[in-house]
């Protein structure tokens, strides 16, 4: 039983894979950053290094995350519009950080006002709560791409 869902879940991550390849034809459809602390999207924790996010679908709006060193490394996730504070000159992605923690937030593609925002986890909005009744807020880092 658990070689069958190796084999499926390794057949349906194939699939994602590929179709984010076909994507990325498109131009304007992949962004690469070089990222210096280990952080946290959709509850999985990724190393510090260079990373590679790619546009699978369009609505709602599908993104995977790899690394370029290491193909296991990679996390399948969504995101909703989100309307930036200023027109960023190159792509971007902003964190959320909290103590040592990172949390990637938004993605932003030069050039263009609006973004994509991440759905926080619960971790992050327990986090984000304990910092509230601390009466403090978490720090936004921002990252440019190497693009």
Known sequence: MKKLFSVVAAGCLLSLLLVGSAGAQEPGTSIRASIPFDFIVKGRTLPA??????????EPVGLLIRNLRDKHDNVVFETEPVLGR?????DELIFNRYGDTYFLSEVFTSGEQ???ELYPTHKERELRSEMARNQSAPETVT?????
């Open 114 to 116: 609006t973004g994509e």
């Open 49 to 58: 290094g260079e990373y590679e996010i790619r546009r699978l679908m369009d």
């Open 86 to 90: 200023s027109m960023p000159k190159r």
């Open 143 to 147: 990252v440019a791409t190497l693009n």
